[in-house]
Every structure is written in structure tokens, then in C-alpha cells.
């Protein structure tokens, strides 16, 4: 495996080579020196990378999900929490390249809307705001209690 470094200098990408950056706290003329490159208008940048060989195995995961928009996944046996509970698929279904099961997503924890806004925003139901549903809102949705009603309606509308 062959480790390298790039160096360079370049011009700040915070202050576009001004050395004075402005913001939305700085007006009427005013400029701050820039955090980035100390107000030389320069920045130096290093990169250290290895060569890409193949994915590398993890031991320690035993379920991959597909994202994560925000809730505490583990297993806990008191809660009758399991390795299923929060969707997703067992480590070697996704490392040998097999796609996300139907409902694999956190169906008991959250709502259609809620996760597609991170897994897949192009699949985030439209008719989520009849419901008073909105971004960071999704937990006070009056038919959040009832999630289970809209993957009902999420899986009609997209049968695979």
C-alpha cells in the first residue's frame, strides 16, 4: 500500500486571497483578518492518503442501515431492543453488495418523511404537509403516534 502527501499553497478559500474575510456580521465596510489563512490571502494545504486497495472489513459492525436521521441505534434486551429493531441489513448482505431489503428502514422509530429527508430526500413524501409536517417537525406531526398509517400509504404509492 503506498502512502503519499500533497503539499501546496493556494489561495484562501475563506477570503478569496484577501487575507480580510466578511461575513454576515461584517457591514458597512468592515472586514475581520481571516481565520484561515491569518490574513496573508494564502493558505497551505497537505493531504495525506493511501492507495484505495478494496474496502476494508469491519469486525465490530454486525448491522448496516442505510442512514441515520438522528435516533440512539443498540441493542438493549430490557427495551426489547434487537439487532432488527432499527432496520437495515446484517453486515455481510452489505458488504457482499446486496441492496437495502423493502422496510429495512427505522419504521418504528420514525415516519416516511422523516427518513427519506436524509436516506433519499427525492423519495420524501409530498403529502406529508397535509399533515402538518415540515422539516425538524416530524416528531409533533399529529399523525406521528400513527406512523404505521403513513408507510402504509408511502408503500402503496411505491411498490417495488
Avoid at 406512523?147 to 402504509?152: D, F, G, I, V
Wanted: hydrophobic share 30%.
Amino acid at each position: 500500500m503506498g502512502h503519499h502527501v500533497i503539499e501546496y499553497d493556494c489561495r484562501c478559500t475563506s477570503c478569496k486571497g484577501t487575507g480580510l474575510y466578511t461575513g454576515l456580521a461584517e457591514r458597512d465596510g468592515f472586514g475581520v483578518v481571516c481565520l484561515g489563512c491569518k490574513g496573508t490571502g494564502m493558505q497551505h494545504i497537505k493531504r495525506e492518503y493511501d492507495d484505495f486497495e478494496g474496502r476494508i472489513q469491519r469486525k465490530d459492525v454486525v448491522r448496516v442501515l442505510e442512514c441515520n436521521p438522528g435516533i440512539c441505534a443498540g441493542i438493549n434486551p430490557e427495551m426489547r431492543l434487537t439487532e432488527e429493531s432499527f432496520g437495515g441489513m446484517p453486515y455481510a448482505d452489505w458488504s457482499a453488495g446486496k441492496p437495502f431489503p423493502p422496510k429495512s428502514e427505522m419504521r418504528a422509530f420514525v415516519c416516511p418523511a422523516w427518513w427519506y429527508q436524509s436516506a433519499n430526500y427525492d423519495l420524501k413524501p409530498k403529502w406529508c404537509s397535509e399533515y402538518g409536517c415540515s422539516y425538524g417537525t416530524f416528531s409533533s406531526c399529529d399523525r406521528f403516534p400513527k406512523k404505521e398509517l403513513c408507510w402504509q400509504r408511502f408503500d402503496k404509492e411505491h411498490k417495488k
